[in-house]
C-alpha cells in the first residue's frame, strides 16, 4: 500500500496550490479518502474529506469555501485544489484512505508566506 503526496511547496498569501495524492496497493475506488495537516507546533487536524464515490464531500470550517477535494478513481488520484491561502495554511498535509483500515501518506509541505 503506498500513498504519495505531491504539489506542496511556498506560495505567497492569495495564492494557490494543488495537491496530488497518488495511490497504489488496494482497491481505490472502495476507500473514502481524507486531508489531513499538521501546523507546526500543532496536533493534525482534518482537512477535508471525499467519500468512495465522489458523491459526498465534507470540508473543516477553517477551509470551507477555499478548498476543494476531489477524485479520479481511473487514475486511483485524490486532489486538493487550495485557493486564497493563508499564512495559517502552513503544515505539512497528508492524505488518508479509509475502508475499515486507514493508511496515510507521508506528506507534503505547504509553506503560505510572503
Known amino acids: 500500500v503506498q500513498l504519495v503526496e505531491s504539489g506542496g511547496g511556498l506560495v505567497q498569501p492569495g495564492g494557490s496550490l494543488r495537491l496530488s495524492c497518488a495511490a497504489s496497493g488496494f482497491t481505490f475506488s472502495r476507500y473514502h479518502m481524507s486531508w489531513y495537516r499538521r501546523a507546526p507546533g500543532k496536533e493534525r487536524e482534518f482537512v477535508a474529506y471525499i467519500s468512495s464515490t465522489g458523491d459526498t464531500t465534507s470540508y473543516a470550517d477553517s477551509v470551507k469555501g477555499r478548498f476543494t477535494i476531489s477524485r479520479d478513481n481511473a487514475k486511483n488520484t485524490v486532489y486538493l485544489q487550495m485557493n486564497s491561502l493563508k499564512p495559517e495554511d502552513t503544515a505539512v498535509y497528508y492524505c488518508?484512505?479509509?475502508?475499515?483500515?486507514?493508511?496515510w501518506g507521508q506528506g507534503t509541505r505547504v509553506t503560505v508566506s510572503s
Open positions: 488518508s484512505a479509509q475502508y475499515g483500515t486507514q493508511y
